[in-house]
């Protein structure tokens, strides 16, 4: 039931990858609301015309007694002019290691080499078009100033993610601003991404006059992620614990029973702080928004249509895209599809290979732990360890790999009891698979049932996760009935 460290996992890409204008050398404190949980680097060198950009990120963080290590290291490399040329992205997020390499040919196309310890996919695909790197992204906040109002569009390219962003820029006014108790007058800069799972995720930065960035925060369900200019010795210090989780559960105005999960149930939802509320449709879950701006929303724990032989056929663009490989569900993975094979053994529809891979996924992942922050299906094939997001990120890999369209869902599952809560529905990931038309859900992790509550899908990136910050530790559920 960890979807939330996915979201910490995104939060951390987003923050590193948001518009650089680029000291040559700066060190930062990563806090998270406000207790130290990391540093970050960052250094600029130019030399014979080119221009690289390497930065880095490590942090540390609790879940209870159990530890989550967490490092990201990017380098680009640019002509003198921010024209991009190459760049490289490792990251380690506990047990899922992968590494990413890219080469923009003098044609416009990206070559890509992705490495996990389980496998090498190579890519090629356009660089698209007008993204840039941390030398372009620089050179262009010079270009437009920092006169106050000043607002301009850019497309930032994450090569952590591989993926390019549509960013609208704000020149903000100068502030007060404390930097771990030095105080000094710096401008404010918003950066705001405008389209996909990612609208609306913003970035507030705090730069001097020369354009470097000394501190930087995006706030998500209800956490507040700083990195903030400090001296060498204070970034490297030692981390102090911080335990994020307590902060994203939601209390249930009613005990549950075992039998009501297994029957339809109707949630009234309201936002907290004037929060927008964003809940998505699926064929087990069906969303009325209120006048008020809340939400009525009614799961049904129906399983998945039977009668859809395998392998499926007629699917449009959507569909088609949901049964390919990518990094993270690597369906194309020889072990991910010998294991999927083993699992659909017998099965006589689609519907029942979705089932049965939930079941196998269940029982093949023996050690159940918290120690994981995000790996890939291949990763947990040789680990057989981790949590809900393994036991997701598999069963989907599994599902695609037999021509079954998956996809990843994010949202809240309700537990009676969870460390010294009660009665609480908690962060949690599962998967849905597209049967005769409609997205079905299946849980490997739990079971599905009515006590879970969709918020948001995925193709498995972590940082596509962050549109769930616009709902975790937003939002109340006021009651709870049968339909």
Not at 88 to 107: C, F, P, W
Not at 263 to 277: E, G, M, Q
Not at 397 to 415: D, E, H, K, N, W
């Amino acid at each position: 039931m960890r979807a939330c460290r996915a979201l910490i996992v995104a939060a951390v890409t987003f923050i590193f990858a948001a518009p650089s204008f680029g000291a040559e050398e700066t060190y930062m404190a990563v806090m998270l609301n406000g207790v130290k949980i990391g540093s970050a680097f960052s250094s600029r060198q130019a030399q014979g015309g080119r221009v690289t950009h390497t930065e880095s990120m490590s942090i540390k963080l609790m879940r209870g007694q159990t530890p989550l290590d967490i490092s990201i290291a990017i380098s680009s490399e640019e002509t003198e002019d921010g024209k991009p040329i190459s760049f490289e992205a490792q990251q380690d997020l506990g047990l899922s290691r992968m590494s990413t390499k890219g080469v923009i040919g003098a044609d416009g196309m990206l070559d890509v080499v992705v490495n996990s310890p389980e496998s090498t996919q190579n890519r090629r695909m356009p660089w698209p078009k007008g993204a840039l790197l941390s030398e372009g992204l620089r050179l262009q906040a010079r270009r437009h100033g920092l006169t106050e109002g000043v607002s301009y569009q850019t497309k930032m390219y994450d090569p952590s993610t591989m993926v390019a962003m549509n960013m609208t820029v704000t020149i903000g006014a100068k502030e007060q601003v404390d930097l771990l108790g030095r105080v000094v007058q710096l401008v404010k800069v918003i950066a705001v991404c405008g389209e996909g799972p990612l609208a609306g995720t913003t970035t507030i930065n705090w730069c001097d006059d020369n354009y470097d960035i000394l501190k930087s925060r995006i706030e998500m369900g209800g956490m507040m992620l700083d990195m903030i200019s400090c001296d060498k010795t204070f970034a490297l210090s030692p981390s102090q614990d911080s335990d994020y989780f307590d902060s994203l559960l939601v209390s249930s105005p009613q005990p549950i029973s075992k039998q009501e999960l297994t029957s339809a149930l109707k949630y009234t939802i309201r936002p907290r702080n004037d929060a927008t509320l964003s809940i998505i449709n699926t064929g087990n879950q069906k969303v009325e928004a209120l006048a008020d701006g809340g939400m009525i929303v009614t799961v049904t724990p129906a399983r998945p249509p039977s009668g859809q032989s395998l392998p499926l056929g007629d699917l449009n663009k959507e569909l088609i895209e949901a049964t390919r490989p990518n990094e993270y569900m690597q369906s194309d993975h020889e072990a991910v599809a010998d294991l999927a094979r083993q699992a659909i053994a017998g099965a006589t529809d689609a519907a029942q290979a979705a089932m049965k891979i939930e079941q196998f996924v269940h029982e093949y992942i023996t050690t159940k732990d918290l120690s994981v922050g995000y790996a890939t299906a291949a990763e947990v094939v040789a680990s057989r360890q981790g949590d809900c997001t393994e036991h997701a990120v598999l069963a989907g890999a599994m599902c695609r790999s037999v021509g079954i369209p998956a996809r990843l869902v994010a949202g809240v599952a309700y537990t009676p009891a969870f460390a010294s809560r009660l009665e609480i529905f908690v962060p949690h990931m599962w998967v849905q698979v597209n049967i005769n038309g409609q997205w079905m859900d299946i849980d490997p992790a739990l079971g599905f049932d009515s006590g879970h509550i969709a918020i948001a899908w995925s193709n498995g990136e972590a940082v596509s996760f962050l549109s769930l910050s616009r709902m975790l530790g937003n939002y109340r559920i006021e009651q709870v009935e049968a339909p």
